[in-house]
Every structure is written in structure tokens, then in C-alpha cells.
């Protein structure tokens, strides 16, 4: 699995809602059906209305989207650690 950021567009009403989505994907033609699976269920944004702009593949650590993180773990730079103080 891969992760990939899907930048473009869709219709939301009378206007355009722009977007930007990290997706977890086998490949660009598996995060293109995820994108346009999750926006038309989450907007109910028909597939003809949905205009994507790029796909491309990203380093899962310069993600902080929640299924990225949890698919790929935390990145070293954004790890919660705790300190002393706050374990006492």
C-alpha cells in the first residue's frame, strides 16, 4: 500500500468546493476509485462532478490525515512523546 495526495474540485450546490485528500491506495487507478467512492458517498457529489486535478504518490510521514497515519503508523517528527512531569 501507498499513499497518495489527490488535489481538484467538485460540485457543491451552485458553486465548486475545492479539496485536497491523502488517500491509502495499491496504485493511482485504486486512489482514483477510493477518492470518487468516498466524495460521492460523503458530499453525495455525482462522479461526473467530482474534477480531479492531480494524484500523486507522497511520503506517508507528510501526511497527518488520520488513515494515513494509522495505515502507516506515526512519523518520528510527529510523535506525541511524554515528559516527566506530565506522567506524574
Not at 39 to 62: Q, T, Y
Not at 75 to 85: A, D, I
Amino acid at each position: 500500500m501507498k499513499a497518495f495526495r489527490a488535489t481538484g474540485s467538485f460540485r457543491a450546490g451552485k458553486r465548486n468546493q475545492g479539496f485536497t485528500v491523502d488517500i491509502v491506495a495499491e496504485n493511482k487507478d485504486d486512489a482514483m476509485e477510493r477518492l470518487l467512492s468516498n466524495l460521492g458517498s460523503r458530499h453525495r457529489a455525482p462522479r461526473r462532478f467530482i474534477l480531479v486535478d492531480s494524484v500523486s504518490e507522497i511520503d506517508p510521514s507528510k501526511s497527518t490525515a488520520p488513515t494515513v497515519v494509522a495505515h502507516f503508523g506515526p512519523s518520528k517528527g510527529n510523535s506525541h512523546k511524554t515528559s516527566k512531569s506530565e506522567e506524574e
